[in-house]
């Protein structure tokens, strides 16, 4: 695939960008997103193009989401409209559902890329605000992130973030990416993860921004109880009617619980 010293594009510390170069890892992305023709696809990060060549030689037309200015002039060299359409940008104030616009009734929307490790939590967090509108979402992410996606309540990696994805997609971790797949090789191991949208019946809170609230609470002080934590929302009685123990510190507790916890404070 491409080469760092023969494409002549300095990785930038500020983008978070690593490239990836091992054509049997990217073969096995690809085939593991599985493009079918015509499909209404968005690569976040397209970088040097090693995972854009081939989705555009699957699906025919590809969007792709990049604020490296010198990377978009290199995309437009090598692709026409036809094939290509560059949204110039950053990904995190990006409006994902203008894509999703023409797209009526089942959400088609399919949303891919390597995302940089640097801003990995925050574009997680805008991307579930799409969910409604997206049909799955396949992304190259730093291990230690993905576990903490599909971590379950009790362990070290469960959190805010594995609650809040959890409410709203079916995840899944796909396969390890060794650092030596890219360049600059990263420190750190990466892991393909796959986000499928849950159905709107199956969510369950009444109120999303309270539901939203709370968890960040319980998990803003991670050393403290939930008596402590949730003292402005719920008080222990209530929790105890709920089959909770307000001794508990928020990370034994499901993402069911706390759609029950912020359903009883919402008067649901």
């Given at each position: 695939?491409?080469?760092?010293?023969?494409?002549?594009h300095?990785?930038?510390?500020?983008f978070?960008?690593?490239?990836?170069?091992d054509?049997?890892?990217?073969r096995?992305?690809?085939?593991g997103?599985?493009?079918?023709?015509?499909?209404?696809?968005v690569?976040?990060?397209?970088?040097?193009?090693?995972?854009?060549?081939p989705?555009i030689?699957?699906?025919?037309?590809?969007?792709?989401?990049?604020?490296d200015?010198?990377?978009?002039?290199?995309l437009h060299?090598?692709?026409t409209?036809?094939?290509?359409?560059?949204h110039?940008?950053d990904?995190l104030?990006?409006?994902?559902?203008?894509?999703?616009?023409?797209?009526?009734?089942i959400?088609?929307?399919?949303i891919?890329?390597?995302?940089?490790?640097n801003?990995?939590?925050?574009?997680?967090?805008?991307?579930?605000?799409f969910?409604?509108?997206?049909?799955?979402?396949?992304?190259?992410?730093?291990k230690?992130?993905?576990?903490?996606?599909v971590?379950?309540?009790?362990?070290?990696?469960y959190?805010?973030?594995?609650?809040?994805?959890?409410?709203?997609?079916r995840?899944?971790?796909?396969?390890?990416?060794?650092?030596?797949?890219?360049?600059?090789?990263?420190?750190?191991m990466?892991?393909?993860?796959?986000?499928?949208?849950?159905?709107a019946?199956?969510?369950?809170?009444e109120?999303?921004?309270?539901?939203g609230?709370?968890v960040a609470?319980?998990?803003g002080?991670?050393?403290k109880?939930?008596?402590?934590?949730?003292?402005?929302?719920?008080?222990e009685g209530?929790?105890?009617?709920?089959?909770?123990?307000?001794g508990?510190?928020g990370?034994?507790?499901?993402?069911?619980?706390?759609?029950?916890i912020?359903?009883?404070?919402s008067?649901?």
């Amino acid at each position: 695939m491409h080469d760092l010293e023969t494409d002549g594009h300095r990785a930038r510390k500020r983008f978070g960008q690593n490239f990836l170069s091992d054509p049997n890892i990217i073969r096995k992305i690809i085939d593991g997103i599985r493009p079918q023709p015509g499909e209404l696809m968005v690569e976040i990060g397209p970088g040097l193009g090693a995972m854009t060549a081939p989705l555009i030689e699957r699906l025919g037309h590809l969007h792709v989401v990049e604020i490296d200015r010198d990377l978009i002039a290199r995309l437009h060299e090598r692709y026409t409209a036809e094939q290509l359409t560059v949204h110039e940008g950053d990904a995190l104030k990006f409006d994902f559902g203008s894509l999703a616009a023409s797209a009526a009734g089942i959400p088609s929307l399919r949303i891919v890329g390597n995302l940089p490790y640097n801003i990995s939590t925050p574009i997680l967090f805008h991307l579930a605000g799409f969910a409604d509108k997206v049909k799955d979402m396949t992304f190259m992410l730093q291990k230690e992130v993905v576990m903490r996606m599909v971590a379950e309540p009790g362990s070290e990696e469960y959190g805010r973030l594995s609650v809040m994805l959890q409410y709203r997609f079916r995840m899944g971790r796909l396969f390890d990416v060794p650092p030596g797949a890219f360049r600059p090789a990263p420190k750190v191991m990466s892991s393909i993860v796959r986000l499928a949208p849950l159905a709107a019946d199956q969510l369950g809170a009444e109120n999303e921004a309270l539901f939203g609230r709370i968890v960040a609470a319980a998990f803003g002080q991670r050393r403290k109880t939930l008596r402590n934590t949730l003292r402005e929302f719920i008080d222990e009685g209530a929790l105890a009617e709920l089959g909770i123990d307000a001794g508990l510190r928020g990370e034994r507790l499901s993402v069911e619980q706390y759609v029950a916890i912020a359903n009883r404070c919402s008067g649901a």
